[in-house]
T-cell receptor, first 118, second 114 residues
């Protein structure tokens, strides 16, 4: 199983500023995912980040607002840019163990970053 | 993506079995049924998955209907630690690049009564 460390665990930020969230995995993984969970809501995928290629963003999310870096197989960052109070959410990093098709593939999640924009 | 339907909330007494239902009437032949749960203030964690046959692991059991249009997650003896939101998710075994994502529904919020 993969162990994921996210930093920071929480932050309170001023509107108009940017916050970079780090995701560190204890093993090499091909696929990393970033999710957003708005207060009281379910998880929504922001983007998929694979090492060596640009992130793939879901509908409603754009690179200018949520730039992602994936410099190696154990690390990724998500930046929330030009923040507004509507960006107040929990942001979660997730990884898959392998891209190989396997019925035993499961996803692992970080503890999340609780962001409050004031 | 095939969708799932779950009750918004359920309650159960501590130390009693809990049956969490999930309907997935549009499931395809290659969809696996996965369950994740999210404990308070934590990220989701994998619980169990199955394709056609019932499955058991140390956390729970998964009972899958013969027509696969519904399934039930069974917690055999609920504890306070099992209070969480439980998500039933369909996942195509024929994973292609760009299609590996997990799509979370609203899930069932399980409350355990001491």
């Amino acid at each position: 199983s993969a162990v994921i460390s996210q930093k920071p665990s929480r932050d309170i930020c001023q509107r108009g500023t940017s916050l970079t969230i780090q995701c560190q995995v204890d093993s090499q993984v091909t696929m990393m995912f970033w999710y957003r969970q708005q207060p009281g809501q379910s998880l929504t995928l922001i983007a998929t980040a694979n090492q060596g290629s640009e992130a793939t963003y879901e509908s409603g999310f754009v690179i200018d607002k949520f730039p992602i870096s994936r410099p190696n197989l154990t690390f990724s960052t998500l930046t929330v840019s030009n923040m507004s109070p509507e960006d107040s959410s929990i942001y979660l990093c997730s990884v898959e163990e392998s891209r190989v098709v396997s019925p035993n593939t499961e996803a692992f999640f970080g503890q999340g970053t609780r962001l409050t924009v004031v | 993506d095939a969708k799932t339907t779950q009750p918004n909330s359920m309650e159960s007494n501590e130390e009693e079995p809990v049956h969490l239902p999930c309907n997935h009437s549009t499931i395809s032949g290659t969809d696996y049924i996965h369950w994740y749960r999210q404990l308070p203030s934590q990220g989701p964690e994998y619980v169990i998955h199955g394709l056609t046959s019932n499955v058991n692991n140390r956390m729970a059991s998964l009972a899958i209907a013969e027509d696969r249009k519904s399934s039930t997650l069974i917690l055999h003896r609920a504890t306070l630690r099992d209070a969480a939101v439980y998500y039933c998710i369909l996942r195509d075994v024929l994973l292609n690049f760009g299609n590996e994502k997990l799509t979370f529904g609203t899930g069932t919020r399980l409350t355990i009564i001491p």
